[in-house]
């Protein structure tokens, strides 16, 4: 089985910048790829970014390009989400999920990490 711990969440002025990690423990050689979701307050989690835990290949959606950036370190197993030029729309609960090569997840979502941003 595969753990994932958030991390790296707090209090930020709009603008600023925040580094989120995910730390895998676990049978971490079953991880294929580690994604990164956020959800704010009323709304439905969304995904943000994938890397594959291998190659290191990242993948981000349209919205956060340029300012959201996705990496792994994988002599540390973490996943990490460097956040720029954060904005009150980008408040709420952050969460990675692992998956394995065909795409199942291999974790359930975790307690997340809180962003607020202020203006």
């Known amino acids: 089985q595969v753990q994932l711990v958030e991390s790296g969440g707090g209090l930020v002025q709009a603008g600023g910048s925040l580094r989120l990690s995910c730390a895998a423990s676990g049978s971490t050689s079953e991880i294929y790829t580690v994604e990164w979701f956020r959800q704010a307050p009323g709304k439905e989690r969304e995904f943000l970014a994938r890397?594959?835990?291998?190659?290191?290949?990242?993948f981000h959606e349209d919205f956060v390009k340029g300012r959201f950036t996705i990496s792994r370190d994988n002599t540390k197993n973490t996943v990490f989400l460097q956040m720029n030029g954060l904005q009150p729309d980008d408040q709420g609960d952050y969460f990675c999920?692992?998956?394995?090569?065909?795409?199942?997840?291999?974790?359930?979502w975790g307690q997340g990490t809180q962003v607020t941003v202020s203006s």
């Open positions: 999920r692992a998956r394995g090569r065909y795409g199942l997840p291999l974790t359930d």
């Open positions: 890397v594959f835990w291998s190659s290191g290949a990242t």
